[in-house]
């Protein structure tokens, strides 16, 4: 007889254990009565081809959550390797919402109007196609309205893997 499994594990050893799996950074934003709110996120994923869809998961413990369910149309802005400052600046918690974008280079997205990071790799508009609970964070699939790439797409991206945001170098 095969054992039941059971048990629960520890959250900072599940952490440590997903911490290797190397992931790419973007910012996520959204409008919530004109105001632009924004997160970094790493948990980000294709779905679909026909529809586009992706996912995003969302904490259900930051204002970002609320604001995205609230409006239904986002954004994704895949980061270059040189903006890890901005991945750490919508990362921390309890910056000002009216100021937060004070500074960063920002278009608004052609189809939702949501901030676009400027110097991006790619940047996806999406509006939610369904939302599904996970735990702790809402699992948000979108459909992408629109979508573009950057600049220089080819250059390198950053990625978060130990704990620590790393350059992955272009071609």
């Given at each position: 007889?095969?054992?039941?499994p ?5 959250p ?20 919530q009565?004109?105001v632009a709110?924004a997160?970094?996120a790493?948990?980000f ?5 026909d529809p586009p869809?992706v996912?995003v ?12 369910l ?8 895949v980061?270059a390797?040189d903006?890890q400052?901005?991945a750490a600046?919508?990362a921390r ?5 009216y ?15 949501c901030?676009?990071i400027?110097?991006?790799?790619s ?5 939610t196609w369904?939302t599904?609970?996970?735990?702790d964070?809402t ?8 979508l573009?790439?950057?600049e220089?797409p080819n250059?390198g991206a950053l990625?978060h893997h130990a ?9």
């Amino acid at each position: 007889m095969t054992p039941e499994p059971s048990g629960t594990v520890p959250p900072e050893e599940f952490r440590a254990a997903l911490s290797q799996f190397a992931a790419g950074i973007l910012i996520m934003s959204t409008l919530q009565d004109g105001v632009a709110h924004a997160m970094t996120a790493n948990a980000f994923t294709s779905v679909s081809l026909d529809p586009p869809l992706v996912l995003v998961c969302v904490d259900k413990g930051v204002r970002m959550h609320d604001a995205v369910l609230d409006c239904g149309y986002w954004a994704v802005s895949v980061l270059a390797a040189d903006q890890q400052e901005l991945a750490a600046r919508f990362a921390r918690s309890g910056r000002d919402l009216y100021s937060q974008f004070d500074g960063v280079a920002t278009e608004a997205g052609p189809k939702t109007g949501c901030p676009v990071i400027t110097g991006s790799l790619s940047w996806l508009e999406c509006r939610t196609w369904a939302t599904y609970e996970g735990g702790d964070h809402t699992i948000v699939v979108g459909e992408v309205l629109s979508l573009g790439l950057g600049e220089a797409p080819n250059a390198g991206a950053l990625v978060h893997h130990a704990s620590h945001y790393r350059e992955l170098p272009g071609r």
